[in-house]
């Protein structure tokens, strides 16, 4: 049985930093993309960012770039997104998702987490 398990979520002041982690289980980790997408009150899932198997490659949403970092280890099955100079517009509840190819794309994620709930107070 496949489990991501994201944690790390929770409220902070605008300008401020979070870290969060998704821990895998179930699956060969390296063999898979990982990414991030969020979710908003009454907004669709939105794409975040990902990263390719070994780590060596890292895309991101424009709105992100510059502020937010993802990275992984391999031998700990666990991604994680650092965010930095958060707004209350990165308010969403974050997913953390695996896919064995690309394009990382929300209707075509092979397993998701149950999500983790980021606030950002002005």
């Known amino acids: 049985q496949v489990r991501l398990v994201e944690s790390g979520g929770g409220l902070v002041q605008t300008g401020g930093s979070l870290t969060l982690s998704c821990a895998a289980s179930?699956?060969?980790?390296?063999?898979?993309?990982m990414g991030w997408f969020r979710q908003a009150p009454g907004k669709e899932r939105e794409f975040v960012t990902r990263?390719?198997?070994?780590?060596?490659?890292?895309y991101y949403a424009d709105s992100v770039k510059g502020r937010f970092t993802i990275s992984r280890d391999n031998a700990k099955n666990t991604v994680y997104l650092q965010m930095n100079s958060l707004t209350p517009s990165d308010t969403a509840v974050y997913y953390c998702?695996?896919?064995?190819?690309?394009?990382?794309?929300?209707?075509?994620?092979?397993?998701w987490g149950q999500g983790t709930q980021v606030t950002v107070s002005t």
């Open positions: 998702a695996a896919k064995s190819t690309l394009p990382m794309s929300a209707p075509y994620v092979d397993y």
């Open positions: 990263i390719t198997l070994s780590g060596t490659n890292t």
């Open positions: 179930g699956l060969t980790f390296s063999n898979y993309y």
